[in-house]
């Protein structure tokens, strides 16, 4: 069934925060419109905002950048940090000094706060673990209009320029999200605070840990619109289409969360009969850049700085490939995400992008999880979304490093860290066979490997879920 949480803002809240987000827009649309200069030109405007900000209002930075000189700071001048670093320093690293760890954990040990507000003000979400320990980011009122914006100014983009409008407001302009749902991941807490702050639009979202058939069934009841999900979640959805199960027709699809390939969004499109927007963002900056015809990522280069450096933390070239990324979220004050290592590997394009987009252009390697496809007792073949199966082994044994290894048909192994495998080992392999009945997989061996997770990349990223090409025998 889809949820849809009730309405919990100040009507004349939302007002406010709706007519941040269009001004911003409308300003963001104007920038644009004069060029890469002025776009640059905003970047190293927020930046410098942003810097001083920090300098004055949190007792980190202000510890961190103790040495650097008192002037005004270029990106160059500025310590990487790190998400490990940071979440030490929680309390410090807030500029809002009423911002406590201890309340913060409290808040989010509560599921049925996703996408409420913390303390009435913020938005507060928490990231995956494939680099180990998750992280938690506070979103102010600012950073929110903001990356509202940059989703309206899509909606002028070339990206939709196909879309049936005339069929999207006969199916009520209803929005369907298919996500993971039991924690507070960025994406179901956005959803649910725009949903709750804006209770006239129709929005609802599908846990994607849910069996295939119900979300299908969901989607076919409630005709969405708009339809938002993971690009394997998209592609599995698709082929439920083209085997005439889903009978939705919506207007335009969102992927984000996931690599989306050239291949995989085609499929997808001719399927749907509708234009794709892939989203690039993450927990540490919501929005930071779209997907264009020619398969390239346009950074939100006004309101994110991204920085590809090689191991050395030098700058890479137009062309290769980076060791990391370095990002600076420019909306957020409240909680300053600042030449953040982000451990995406990235590669800009050379030149000005094909499709004439302005904005910088660049292309991720980003999660490549694998759909398992396992075997049911009557000899059905089950596909089984990434995401949906780190989502269970995550919020339900509150482990985060960790990958799920296919080794058969009727098979698979979960690999834990050896300081886990003791107090985690058991409750991650229950909650694995549990997930896997509810799919019709009961027959499905789960074992514990003696061994840990691999890293199979060297920003030391995990591919969580593998489905091993020659698999071991059942």
């Excluded at 439920?240 to 984000?256: C, D």
């Excluded at 996931?258 to 989203?279: D, H, Y």
């Excluded at 879920?465 to 025998?473: I, N, T, W």
Aim: charged residues 20%; glycine residues 6%; aromatic residues 6%.
């Amino acid at each position: 069934m889809p949820t849809r949480p009730p309405s919990s803002l100040d009507p004349l809240h939302a007002s406010v925060q709706q007519w941040n987000a269009g001004t911003l827009a409308a300003q963001t649309l104007w920038t644009r419109g004069l060029g890469p200069d002025a776009v640059a030109a905003a970047a190293r405007q927020r930046w410098a905002t942003l810097v001083r900000h920090a300098r004055t209002h949190s007792p980190f930075y202000r510890r961190r950048w103790r040495h650097l000189p008192a002037r005004e700071l270029a990106p160059a001048d500025v310590p990487v940090v790190t998400k490990d670093e940071l979440m030490a320093s929680f309390d410090d690293w807030c500029t809002d000094r009423a911002i406590a760890w201890r309340d913060v954990a409290a808040f989010l040990a509560a599921r049925a706060h996703i996408g409420e507000r913390f303390r009435g003000k913020y938005l507060v979400w928490t990231s995956s673990g494939t680099t180990g320990r998750p992280g938690v980011f506070v979103q102010d009122d600012a950073a929110l209009a903001a990356y509202d914006a940059l989703v309206s100014v899509q909606f002028a983009g070339a990206a939709l320029a196909t879309c049936d409008w005339t069929a999207a407001v006969a199916a009520g302009g209803r929005a369907a999200l298919v996500a993971a749902d039991c924690d507070h991941f960025a994406s179901i807490a956005s959803w649910r605070r725009i949903a709750r702050g804006k209770p006239w639009l129709a929005m609802a979202s599908f846990a994607v840990t849910s069996p295939l058939a119900e979300i299908v069934a969901g989607l076919n009841a409630y005709q969405p619109a708009f339809l938002a999900g993971y690009p394997t979640v998209l592609a599995l959805l698709a082929a439920e289409r083209r085997a005439g199960r889903l009978a939705v027709r919506p207007a335009a699809l969102w992927a984000g969360g996931e690599v989306l390939t050239p291949t995989t969004r085609a499929a997808i499109e001719q399927a749907f009969g509708c234009p794709l927007v892939n989203e690039y963002g993450a927990s540490e900056c919501l929005t930071i850049g779209y997907g264009c015809r020619e398969g390239w990522l346009h950074v939100n280069a006004d309101w994110v700085l991204m920085e590809p450096v090689d191991a050395d933390l030098r700058p890479t070239a137009p062309g290769a490939l980076s060791h990391t990324v370095l990002v600076t979220n420019l909306a957020n004050a409240v909680q300053p995400v600042i030449r953040y290592d982000l451990r995406d590997r990235v590669r800009v394009a050379p030149g000005r992008c094909a499709c004439g987009d302005p904005l910088p252009a660049l292309k991720v390697e980003g999660r490549r999880d694998d759909v398992l496809t396992l075997t049911a007792r009557d000899g059905a073949q089950v596909r089984l979304v990434p995401l949906a199966l780190v989502t269970v082994v995550e919020t339900q044994a509150r482990v985060h490093r960790f990958q799920i290894v296919q080794r058969g048909e009727r098979s698979v192994q979960l690999r834990l860290a050896a300081d886990e495998r003791a107090h985690a080992g058991a409750p991650a392999v229950a909650a694995l066979r549990d997930y896997l009945a509810q799919q019709g997989l009961s027959n499905v061996r789960v074992t514990l490997a003696p061994e840990g997770p691999r890293a199979d990349a060297p920003d030391g990223k995990l591919q969580q879920v593998v489905g091993l090409a020659d698999p071991a025998p059942d």
